[in-house]
T-cell receptor, first 115, second 111 residues
């Protein structure tokens, strides 16, 4: 159990367009989901924390109007990169957990390339 | 602000060697520490999780230790194999369930 999926795994888009990435917990209900970004040769950086049914909490320096997060159900969270630019090209990874003090289970990641 | 450092950044060893990866963190107020494995272009696989009250955890050929007071953890890999080649990430969990990651150690095990 505790499988997290992401879709798509790869996306290439033109500068100025918006891209939506889905994160699903396949076999458990996730009260909290996390979104991370990883640039090449760097570690994961937490972007935001989302709890089902409430607004996401963004980390300092992450623009909430650019990275829209929706956690409408206990098994799905979406990250929309609005008006994407080449500097948004990165590897985006989500994680999900059942409850407080539970471990986080990570998705396989989505690689975004903005041309 | 919590900072996590991993040493070395890269390590290349011949098959069969025992090796140690190091992780240090600046704020000892952690809930737990976790070691992950990341293959190129892939997500994270959790290897070991050590609660703040524990000193070590073992899984197969892997052993992780935690010295919370000194802000250090080590991951020991016994009898390394080419399949162990990957990037190993250390992460500490602090208040608000925030995970702070180190930059990883890229391990290559040569046949």
């Amino acid at each position: 159990g505790a499988v997290v999926s992401q879709h798509p795994s790869w996306v290439i888009c033109k500068s100025g367009t918006s891209v939506k990435i889905e994160c699903r917990s396949l076999d458990f209900q996730a009260t909290t989901m996390f979104w991370y970004r990883q640039f090449p040769k760097q570690s994961l950086m937490l972007m935001a924390t989302s709890n089902e049914g409430s607004k996401a909490t963004y980390e300092q320096g992450v623009e909430k109007d650019k990275f829209l997060i929706n956690h409408a159900s206990l098994t799905l969270s979406t990250l929309t990169v609005t008006s994407a630019h080449p500097e948004d090209s990165s590897f985006y990874i989500c994680s999900a957990r059942r409850g407080i003090k539970e471990t986080q289970y990570f998705g396989p990641g989505t690689r975004l390339l903005v041309l | 602000k919590q900072e996590v450092t991993q040493i070395p950044a890269a390590l290349s060893v011949p098959e069969g060697e025992n090796l140690v990866l190091n992780c240090s963190f600046t704020d000892s107020a952690i809930y737990n520490l976790q070691w992950f494995r990341q293959d190129p272009g892939k997500g994270l696989t959790s290897l070991l999780l050590i609660q703040s009250s524990q000193r070590e955890q073992t899984s197969g050929r892997l052993n992780a230790s935690l010295d919370k007071s000194s802000g250090r953890s080590t991951l020991y890999i016994a009898a390394s194999q080419p399949g162990d080649s990957a990037t190993y990430l250390c992460a500490v969990e602090t208040s608000g369930s925030r995970l702070t990651f180190g930059e990883g150690t890229q391990l290559t095990v040569n046949p």
